[in-house]
C-alpha cells in the first residue's frame, strides 16, 4: 500500500511561486510513475506533470517553462516549483503515484487528498 500526503498550497498573488510537496510513504518498489493532476472548480482533472522512475518527464502546455515536477529520493518527497503563477492556476492538485510508466489519468493506483492552489489577480 502506498500513501500519498499533499502539502504547500495556499493563496498567491499573480506572478508569484509556490512549491506543493507529495510525501510518498509505504511500498514504492512498485511505482514506476508520479504525477501532479489538478481540478478547477466546475472543470474535469487534468494532467500537469509526471515523473517516470527513471526520471523522464511530461508537462501540459499550459505550464511548461512555468512548472518543474522534481522528486527527493532521500526524503520519498515529489515535488512541484510552480513560477509565473495565473489566475487560471487555481485549482485543487493532486499526487498521483502508478505502477505502469504509462498510466493514463484513469490507470494511476494511488491518490492523495488534494490540496488548494488559489491565485489571486
Known amino acids: 500500500q502506498v500513501r500519498l500526503v499533499e502539502s504547500g498550497g495556499g493563496l498567491v498573488q499573480t506572478g508569484g511561486s509556490l512549491r506543493l510537496s507529495c510525501s510518498v510513504s509505504?511500498?514504492?518498489?512498485?511505482?514506476?510513475?508520479l504525477g501532479w493532476y489538478r481540478q478547477a472548480p466546475g472543470k474535469q482533472r487534468e494532467l500537469v506533470a509526471t515523473?517516470?522512475?527513471?526520471?523522464?518527464?511530461k508537462y501540459a502546455d499550459s505550464v511548461k517553462g512555468r512548472f518543474t515536477i522534481s522528486r527527493d529520493n532521500a526524503k520519498n518527497t515529489v515535488y512541484l516549483q510552480m513560477n509565473s503563477l495565473k489566475p487560471e492556476d487555481t485549482s485543487v492538485y493532486y499526487c498521483?503515484?502508478?505502477?505502469?510508466?504509462?498510466?493514463?489519468?484513469?490507470?494511476?493506483?494511488?491518490w492523495g487528498q488534494g490540496t488548494l492552489v488559489t491565485v489571486s489577480s
Open positions: 498521483a503515484a502508478g505502477r505502469s510508466p504509462r498510466a493514463t489519468q484513469r490507470e494511476y493506483d494511488y
Open positions: 509505504g511500498s514504492m518498489f512498485s511505482i514506476n510513475l
Open positions: 515523473r517516470t522512475e527513471g526520471g523522464s518527464t
